[in-house]
């Protein structure tokens, strides 16, 4: 228990006024500051928000790997096992390589993947990606629905693509000539845009040239589509 408010009794009484009032000022004061404060601001969830039920985690990064948290505008060096959610953007630099992990799925990054999560649900797994490549595998389209798939979709300038059956499938994003590749080397995958919607099998690679008015330049073999991500 704290000890007992005194007075020395050589004080004045209007001195000992004063200096209690400004003691009780000060506290009413800082309480009042904290109360308007709230909550730091670099809490996404303080203002009583419900954490999302699904999240992935930068399982692995080697070389210069950036992270732009949501909500923020600025890049922070990324770090394994840090969660990450919808509105989070990961960039690697040229010959860097960096992996996400989820349920159900792994997305590894390379050749200066610039790559945002859209969206990441119980239900949905949707990703950006602005240049570079990812190869995204999936061991199954997860959904806390069990009787509906989960939606797994990759947007590039030119293109959507989606996960019609688990694999192993590969996305180069090239805004030096807005091209765009999309190798399945399994599973299966709606490669969709202005004008087109293309079901890639398993061996199968298609490139997509143009914004706005796309061509499909190519569609074929998986084998030396594109480079590797390292």
Request: with cysteine; hydrophobic share 35%.
């Amino acid at each position: 228990m704290p000890a007992p408010l005194t007075i020395h009794p050589l004080l004045s009484e209007s001195r000992s006024k004063r200096t209690l009032f400004l003691a009780v000022s000060l506290i009413l004061s800082a309480t009042a500051t904290a109360t308007a404060q709230g909550p730091p601001p670099s809490d996404p969830y303080a203002a009583g928000q419900d954490p999302p039920n699904r999240v992935a985690r930068i399982s692995w990064a080697q070389g210069n790997v950036s992270l732009e948290s949501n909500g923020t505008s600025f890049f922070a060096p990324a770090e394994v096992n840090y969660p990450l959610t919808s509105g989070d953007r990961l960039y690697c630099d040229l010959n860097s390589v960096s992996e996400l992990q989820s349920a159900g799925l792994a997305v590894r990054l390379g050749n200066a993947a610039d790559f945002t999560i859209t969206q990441l649900t119980d239900s949905a797994a949707q990703f950006a990606l602005a240049q570079g490549s990812i190869r995204l595998r999936t061991r199954d389209l997860y959904s806390s629905d069990s009787s509906q798939p989960a939606l797994e979709e990759v947007d590039t300038l030119n293109s959507t693509v989606v996960i019609q059956q688990p694999g192993d499938i590969r996305v180069d994003a090239y805004p030096q000539d807005g091209s765009s590749v999309v190798t399945v080397s399994s599973g299966q995958a709606e490669v969709s845009g202005p004008g087109f919607d293309i079901v890639l099998q398993s061996g199968q690679a298609l490139r997509l040239l143009g914004i706005g008015q796309v061509y499909r330049v190519r569609r074929g073999s998986a084998a030396g589509c594109a480079r590797p991500v390292r």
